[in-house]
Structures are given as structure tokens and as C-alpha cells.
């Protein structure tokens, strides 16, 4: 959909065309040939901003020269936090309508899950989780996990548990990072952290294993906002999140300072103490997010209707 003759042969079909994601090979010249089919069929363009940074990209300049193109051509933007409605209006003088980010777990397994994590027994370990993923750009998981199992033992009847994908963690993996892995497969060994190695979750496994922690470290050193945080807000996870994008304005976390300047080990401590020390985070209910859906449908169905009007 986002190829100029898709758009060109099959305008027909669709009456505004809103991109969200899905671009970050397309070259920006190629995006401005969208852009033109798009209007030259006479159809609005809107763009939801959810990345500023892109977190896939080690350097911005090529993700600022997509948004240059996307920001100057759309006919609409939205975002989902009041500051990246401000990042956007003082590098591109353009104005976003900002629309928070709905629910991410489906209704049936967020009620499920918050039964279950009520029914916990008081006293079990407190689980921080810390995924590694594939190894992203915008993650830097060693100093991480380094601060954390130099400091485990002021920590007790804390788990931290690290999960990773086969092709970062297991020798001969296309992504094999040695480091990292011989550095997590050591502390594992010593019982310093619980090691989980897997391919990637399907969504249920992504729902169990964020059920199954009392808190989920986002491991980032740059990023803009994040659906993982809204999946824990709905699971009733809290949430340590760094201090660079606008994760804090999606709702309530528990900041450690991390971004391309630097890494505060202190802050990180800090922060997993606060949450192990705390009364259980309460999730967004069922009935929360139900009628946020509602709204946030309203205001996307208000926003194309102005566009086509």
C-alpha cells in the first residue's frame, strides 16, 4: 500500500490514505511519489507520528528526511503525546492532534490477567523483567544488566530475569552479539539472573510473559513513545522506563535516566527499589479502556470527516 502504483491503481477503493508505519526502507524520494499519487487522486493524506527516532535506526538523518517528507505532505497529523505535538510544531511548524494510544492486550485476556494477579500470594519474589529482544538500535542492555547484578544482593527476594531471541543470545545466530551473551549466560550460571533464550513471542506469549513479571525495565536509549508500555499498563506491569521520548506522558512509570548522553546506574537501582518496595501497580481496567476506545474511534471518525468535508 505504501507503493505509488498501488495507490494509483486502486484509489477507488479507499477515501483517505493514513499512514502509521511500515515505511523505514522507503526512500524519501519515493515517499514524495506517494505523497503526489495520494493527492493527485484527490485523497487526504494523514500520518500518525508515533517515532521521532526511530528505533530500529543507529543514526536519525535518515528517518528525519522521511518525516520531512511526511510532515510537509500530509494533510493531517496526529500524535499520541501533548510533547511530541511540540517536537513537531518547533521543527515543522505544523500542528498534530494528539490521541493517546489505546489498549494493546485484547479485553478478554486483560480481565483474565488482572484476576490472576490479584489472586498472587503476597509474599513471592518480585519479578523484573528486562528483554533484549533482537538487539535493536535504540538498545543498550550490557550497563543495564551489569548495574543491576553488581547490586542484586541489596536487593532481596528480587528476581531479575532476562529474555533475548536465539539469533542475538546463541553462537552462529545472525545477530549473534558475543558480548551480551557471554556476559547474561555468566550471570545466569552464578544465579545472579534468570536467563530465558527463545524465539520470538507469538501475542498470547508476549501477554503470559508480561503477566508473569511485577515490573518491565525498557531498555532504551532513545525512542519516542512505546506499545510494550501500554500492553504493561493493561497487565497491571509497572513500568521503568528511561528518561529519553515521552514514555512518562503515557502514563505513570518509574524514570531512570537513559539516552544517547549517557546512563545513570544509580537512577536505574533507584528505580527498581521504588517499584519492588510499592504497593502493586493498578491496572487500567477493562472498563477504562473500553470507553478510551470509544474516544479515541470518535476523534479519528471527527478527523477524517473534517478531511473528506
Not at 522507503?26 to 493527485?40: F, G, K, S, Y
Not at 542492555?141 to 536487593?155: G, N, Y
Not at 533464550?197 to 508473569?212: G, N, Q, V
Request: proline content about 6%.
Amino acid at each position: 500500500m505504501l507503493d505509488p502504483d498501488w495507490v494509483k491503481a486502486e484509489a477507488a477503493t479507499f477515501d483517505i490514505f493514513h499512514v502509521q508505519f511500515g515505511f523505514d526502507a522507503i526512500a524519501p524520494a519515493e515517499l514524495r511519489r506517494l505523497a503526489n499519487e495520494v493527492h493527485a487522486a484527490g485523497k487526504p493524506l494523514v500520518y500518525t507520528v508515533h517515532d521521532l527516532r526511530n528505533p530500529h535506526h543507529e543514526h536519525s538523518p535518515e528517518h528525519d528526511a522521511q518525516l520531512d517528507v511526511l510532515m510537509s505532505e500530509a494533510d493531517a497529523l496526529v500524535t499520541l503525546t501533548p510533547s511530541a505535538a511540540e517536537q513537531i510544531h518547533a521543527r515543522w511548524g505544523r500542528d498534530a492532534t494528539v490521541i493517546p494510544h489505546p489498549h494493546v492486550v485484547d479485553f478478554a485476556t486483560m480481565a483474565r490477567a488482572q484476576a490472576r494477579r490479584e489472586s498472587r500470594h503476597p509474599d513471592a519474589p518480585f519479578r523484573v523483567g528486562l528483554h533484549v529482544k533482537s538487539l535493536r538500535a535504540n538498545l543498550n542492555p550490557i550497563p543495564l544488566v551489569r548495574a543491576l547484578a553488581e547490586t542484586h544482593h541489596e536487593m532481596p527476594n528480587t528476581i531479575l530475569q532476562v529474555d533475548g531471541h536465539h539469533d542475538v543470545l546463541d553462537e552462529g545466530g545472525p545477530r549473534y552479539n558475543a558480548e551480551l551473551s557471554t556476559m547474561l549466560k555468566d550471570y545466569d550460571r552464578r544465579g545472579i539472573i534468570d536467563l530465558r533464550i527463545h524465539d520470538y513471542f507469538t501475542d498470547a506469549a508476549l501477554w503470559e510473559y508480561l503477566e508473569s513479571l511485577d515490573a518491565s525495565i525498557l531498555p532504551y536509549r532513545f525512542g519516542t513513545h512505546s506499545g510494550w508500555l501500554e500492553a504493561c499498563r493493561d497487565l497491571g506491569t509497572d513500568v521503568i522506563a528511561p528518561t529519553c521520548g515521552f514514555y512518562a506522558e503515557q502514563g505513570p512509570v518509574r524514570p531512570y535516566r537513559n539516552d544517547e548522553t549517557g546512563f545513570d546506574a544509580d537512577s536505574l537501582i533507584s528505580a527498581v527499589a521504588a517499584a519492588s518496595s510499592s504497593a502493586p501497580v493498578v491496572p487500567l481496567s477493562v472498563e477504562v479502556r473500553t470507553v478510551q476506545r470509544a474516544q479515541i474511534a470518535q476523534r479519528h471518525y471527527e478527523l477524517y470527516a473534517g478531511l473528506l468535508r
